[in-house]
């Protein structure tokens, strides 16, 4: 009998390949896919050429007022002329450089994180969460240093959205990892307290926390305590979403086999330190598109603080949209805000699947 | 035949402290399933126990109490002169002497197997990073993978995942090591790159318990082989006449099962 031989390896069978490829395998592989695609780029052809058309080709983006605007194409003038409101609301106008700086240093620190590369990122990154928002507060809000202090009443627009979904995630992440470690605990007072916390925070839609914040919580305040406005609505924000954060962390550490703690622990790690080193980097890291989801939900529940009078970005443009010069505009205003909203949490987006990427070591335990 | 027979007495100690391992009247109960019926154990320093027996006969329980990795209801352990309670300082002191290797290794996949092998002794044993490199290498190069310590465990196979769990034991610097059934979930032809290691480890005078269905490995490295048959000691002795000469018809039925092919 002749001895084995091992075959040797072969290269795979060649796809094909190029844009034609493409499009063959995907778009006309069937005579049926073949109509289908074809209908289907007729149908985008005549829907969408017009709205390119009224939003881009014959549009207006310079004048002084309505009346510069033409019937059928869409009157960018509004954004022009309304940026300054719609960025920082009744910020005054000669202290806009105070949010801009803030602004800057944000991008410093946010910019880097997209790139693994980048020298100083864990830095960056630790001054984002720290540093950051100190900074931004003293210069914002002012009274510190001889800067003329600006009422958080005055700020609006953009800025305040931001600041609103900057805060609230910052915050929400780390109080919302305390309480899933918590639910999990094994001493029942601490499990209580976490459960109970959680379940009424995520049964109670959050207009109804911003009313209760901004209606009821006076009510139980001695005299004369006055609780600032924003820091009320920020509070709100961040223990709602901090109960839904809560559940995704808990998820992820319910995915966590037992092997893994039983061998931090044989180590003779103990609780702390084995949730920060072992358990946790591989919690977070399964949940990160659940973390995604909330931060975005986060950033968009921002629109929300309108009702108890914060003019955020949406409400500056609503604003807007109530006085008879701009009524005619409401769709530009719209789109704008829309746009706004969509680069930041198609950013965050992003952001969200790079780290998955870059975190992901191949296998599951 | 009743049960009385089946109790052995315990290993006449020698003088106290030379036993690294004291166990006396351990009883553990899950719920009502009472797992570990009054198990005693001395184990010299260096002395190497090869626990053996059928599923669920509470081997693997006992020593993972060992560790406390399960906590016992009755009965006391002291391992190298702590009494092993609830008090977290001392169960935290046995854990940096007691290294343990588990049948699904459980490496840590968000490291590097260098890092997997750094962790502990940096953060529990506060070795300098520097120091704790070339230990960790050091034990690489022994279970022979020095070249695989920049990947990730995912990227290993199960008997190299087993070698780096032992290395990442060692780094600790451990006076006492459990295994856990550490080739039971190996391909047949990994389990000889791991039992070659724990022989070599055997033969460096490290204390070892091993649980274990890898009778060959008993025959040749143990001191003593423990069967152990519902949550009970039902025989032990050195591997030379526990294998050739068993004495109770529990162990012979075992010994029939697993040795007839």
């Given at each position: ?84 409101f719609f960025l920082y609301g009744f910020y ?7 949010p ?33 928002p100190?900074?931004g507060f003293?210069?914002i809000n ?7 202090p600006v009422a958080t009443s005055r700020w609006g627009g953009l800025m305040l959205t931001l600041i609103l979904a900057y805060v609230g995630i910052i915050a929400a992440?780390?109080i ?24 009424f925070w995520r049964a109670v839609p959050l207009i109804t926390i911003l009313f209760m914040a901004s209606v009821m919580l006076p009510l139980f305040l001695p005299q004369g305590v006055s609780f600032d406005k924003l820091l009320r609505a920020l509070i709100g924000i961040t223990l709602f979403q901090s109960a839904y ?49 909330t931060v975005i939900s986060l950033f968009k529940d921002t629109t929300l603080v309108l009702i108890i009078g914060l003019f955020d970005l949406l409400g500056a443009v609503r604003s807007t949209l109530s006085d ?9 205003g719209y789109?704008?805000v829309?746009?706004c909203f969509?680069?930041f ?21 | ?261």
């Open positions: 009998m002749a001895v084995h031989q091992p075959l040797p390896d072969l290269p795979p069978p060649p796809s094909e390949r190029g844009l034609w490829g493409w499009f063959r395998q995907n778009l006309f592989s069937t005579w049926y896919n073949s109509i289908a695609s074809l209908v289907v780029g007729y149908l985008l052809i005549i829907w969408l050429g017009p709205v390119i058309n009224w939003a881009l080709i014959s549009a207006v983006w310079t004048g002084e007022g309505t009346d510069d605007c033409r019937p059928g194409a869409a009157c960018w003038i509004f954004i022009q002329q309304r940026l300054g005054p106008a000669e202290l806009r450089w105070r801009n700086i803030v602004f800057v240093l944000f991008l410093i620190t946010v910019v880097p994180q997209f790139f693994p590369r980048a020298p100083g990122r864990k830095w960056l990154a630790l001054f984002g969460i720290t540093g950051l100190v900074l003293v210069l002012g009274g510190f240093f001889g800067l003329d992440l780390p919302g990892v305390v309480l899933a470690l918590g639910r999990r605990s094994e001493m029942p007072v601490i499990r209580g307290i976490c459960v109970t916390f959680i379940e954060m809560a559940e995704v962390v808990r998820g992820g550490l319910q995915a966590i086999p037992k092997g893994q703690y039983e061998a931090a622990q044989a180590l003779g790690f103990g609780y702390w330190r084995s949730m920060r080193l072992i358990i946790l980097p591989q919690a977070l890291k399964i949940v990160i598109p659940g973390i995604a989801n008879p010069a701009w009524r005619s505009v409401a769709a530009e789109l704008f829309a746009l969509w680069i949490c198609f950013g965050m987006s992003r952001y969200s699947h790079n780290l998955e990427k870059k975190l992901d070591t191949g296998h599951k335990t | 035949m009743n049960s009385e027979e089946h109790i052995i007495a315990p290993v006449e100690s020698a003088a106290a402290d030379e036993d690294i391992i004291i166990v006396r009247d351990l009883n553990k109960w899950f719920g009502q399933f009472h797992v570990l019926k009054s198990l005693n154990l001395n184990v010299k320093k260096g002395e190497r126990i090869v626990i053996c027996g059928p599923s669920g006969s509470g081997k693997s329980t006992f020593i993972r109490c060992i560790n406390h990795l399960e906590a016992h209801q009755r009965g006391e352990i002291i391992v190298d002169g702590v009494v092993l309670n609830e008090d977290l300082k001392n169960i935290e002191a046995i854990r940096r002497e007691v290294g343990m290797v588990f049948q699904h290794f459980n490496l840590f996949p968000h490291l590097s197997v260098l890092e997997n092998c750094l962790l502990a002794p940096i953060w529990v044993r506060k070795t300098p990073r520097k120091e704790a490199i070339e230990i960790a290498m050091e034990y690489l190069e022994r279970v022979k993978i020095p070249e695989q310590a920049h990947k990730y465990p995912g990227q290993l196979s199960g008997g190299q995942q087993q070698r780096v769990a032992i290395a990442r034991s060692l780094c600790m610097k451990p006076k006492i090591m459990l295994f856990d059934e550490p080739t039971s979930a190996l391909d047949p032809e990994m389990i000889k790159e791991v039992l070659d290691v724990m022989i070599e480890l055997a033969g460096s005078g490290m204390t070892m318990l091993c649980v274990t269905h890898e009778m060959g490995f008993a025959k040749t490295v143990a001191d003593r082989v423990i069967f152990m048959d519902g949550g009970e000691c039902v025989e032990e002795g050195p591997p030379q006449s526990f294998f050739n000469n068993p004495q109770q018809p529990r162990t012979r039925e075992f010994l029939d099962q697993i040795l007839q092919h």
